[in-house]
């Protein structure tokens, strides 16, 4: 079998996460306690995937004292950084050149939680002689995505970037199989859209651009709301009502529930509630607090006795 290397695109502000984001990248932002990003790189390592390029740009500094290179996580882990934002198609191109191998290569957008089979996504890609394959989900409404359209082979038609009246329900779920001559084919250093230039042109000229539809679990994080639900799937999943991360304390009256992240060295004061909340690294939930749907930022001491819904605490 050829290699599989990938890129990670995380070089985003996640305006839409403000104010999480203020100091902190999107991909960076905590989801079950930890960094969305280690999710992404697991899910890399477990479909065979042994070289992976963070294409960095907003607060690039902060990814490397994390991940390093890799080692504790399995996976080679390298990091591009982009000066100057240069579009999904040029973070692509910038990352590539730091790549090793010269198998298929998985690109991956920052900001979703997906458990689709990324292997069958790579073996599909491989038997059929693609140029790239997409993977694709179906929404309700698809108006705020990229809606694509296939012919009977799966291989893609007309790829729609957001449009009001979308052809159909099946979207571009952000997750890429790229050959490596198609990566060389993006012009180095430019500023390109890979939705909105790339895959067009690809289309136009012919190339085998076809699509993996897979209709299990999805979900783009760009909202606090979106984060929220993200975190507390996977607290579920892992079979919990909430998760106690190292050295928290919580009162023996406290309830705690919803899917909640209590973070390290956290506690949580006599006769708190707290409920489908993330709750950071040192704070403090005062005695009597009761919390719905909220963020505590790292450090912050919520007073006690406060009633919040869909609220920030610190940030």
């Given at each position: 079998m050829t290699n599989r290397s990938a890129i990670l695109l995380v070089g985003g502000r996640g305006t839409r996460l403000a104010p999480l984001t203020n100091n902190t990248p999107k991909p960076m932002l905590q989801v079950a306690g930890v960094p969305f990003t280690e999710h992404q790189i697991n899910?890399?390592?477990s479909a065979g995937i042994t070289e992976i390029v963070l294409a960095t740009s907003f607060k690039a500094e902060l990814f490397e004292p994390y991940f390093g290179d890799g080692a504790n996580f399995g996976i080679s882990i390298k990091y591009a950084v982009e000066e100057v934002a240069l579009g999904t198609g040029g973070a692509i191109s910038n990352a590539a050149a730091m790549l090793e191998g010269s198998g298929p290569v998985a690109i991956f957008n920052g900001d979703v939680l997906s458990k689709h089979d990324l292997d069958g996504q790579f073996k599909s890609h491989e038997s059929k002689g693609a140029d790239v394959t997409l993977y694709l989900t179906e929404v309700e409404d698809a108006r705020a995505y990229g809606a694509v359209e296939l012919d009977?082979?799966?291989r893609l038609s007309a790829f729609n970037?957001?449009?009001?009246?979308?052809?159909?329900?099946i979207i571009n779920a952000g997750c890429y199989i790229f050959n490596r001559q198609i990566i060389d084919s993006i012009p180095f250093g430019k500023v390109i859209s890979v939705e909105r230039e790339t895959f067009p042109q690809l289309l136009a000229t012919g190339a085998k651009v076809f699509g993996f539809i897979d209709k299990s679990y999805w979900l783009d994080i760009g909202t606090p709301a979106a984060l929220l639900k993200a975190s507390r799937d996977l607290v579920f999943e892992m079979k919990k009502e909430f998760l106690s991360l190292p050295e928290s304390t919580i009162a023996a009256d406290a309830v705690i529930s919803g899917g909640s992240?209590?973070?390290r060295r956290t506690r949580i004061e006599s006769l708190a509630q707290v409920d489908g909340s993330v709750i950071g690294d040192g704070a403090v939930v005062g005695a009597g607090a009761r919390l719905k749907n909220c963020f505590v930022a790292d450090g912050f001491e919520v007073p006690a006795s406060v009633i919040a819904i869909d609220n920030y605490f610190g940030f």
């Open positions: 899910k890399a390592r009977g082979s799966g970037e957001k449009m009001e009246n979308p052809p159909t329900n992240v209590i973070g």
